[in-house]
């Protein structure tokens, strides 16, 4: 496959930002458990989790085409996470967290709402 000038500049500016993070995690990881981490094994963790993060969004997109979607949604995300317990819990988790702030802002924007209309009609 045959990338363009811009894609293979943000492909590697991505891989040098996985880099990055992956080193700093690393970094602080060591410092708590008085451990060093070699230059290779920070650039084998670094691209493992590229390629990962590289497999996961070609399996979202395929699973919003299948469902004949153009956006990913947070089931696409559950499903490709479906093959690690951790991970899926902790999607999970987020996603519940992430609904009830999301019904508690639209209660409060509701009942704002209702203010504002019960306000306006006892100005009449």
Not at 3 to 32: F, N, P, W
Not at 48 to 60: E, G, M, P, S
Not at 79 to 106: G, P
């Amino acid at each position: 496959m045959k990338m363009s000038v811009d894609t293979e500049e943000t492909h590697q500016r991505l891989k040098a930002a996985v880099h990055y993070t992956v080193g700093r995690l690393c970094q602080k990881i060591g410092e708590d458990h008085r451990r060093q981490f070699s230059r290779q094994a920070i650039a084998a963790i670094a691209e493992t989790t590229f390629r990962q993060c590289d497999i996961f969004a070609k399996d979202l997109e395929a699973f919003a085409r299948h469902a004949k979607r153009s956006t990913v949604s947070v089931d696409d995300v559950k499903l490709v996470a479906r093959r690690s317990t951790a991970l899926s819990i902790y999607i999970q988790n987020k996603s519940d967290e992430l609904t009830q702030e999301h019904m508690s802002l639209k209660k409060k924007t509701t009942a704002k709402r209702k203010n504002i209309e019960t306000e306006e009609e006892s100005r009449e």
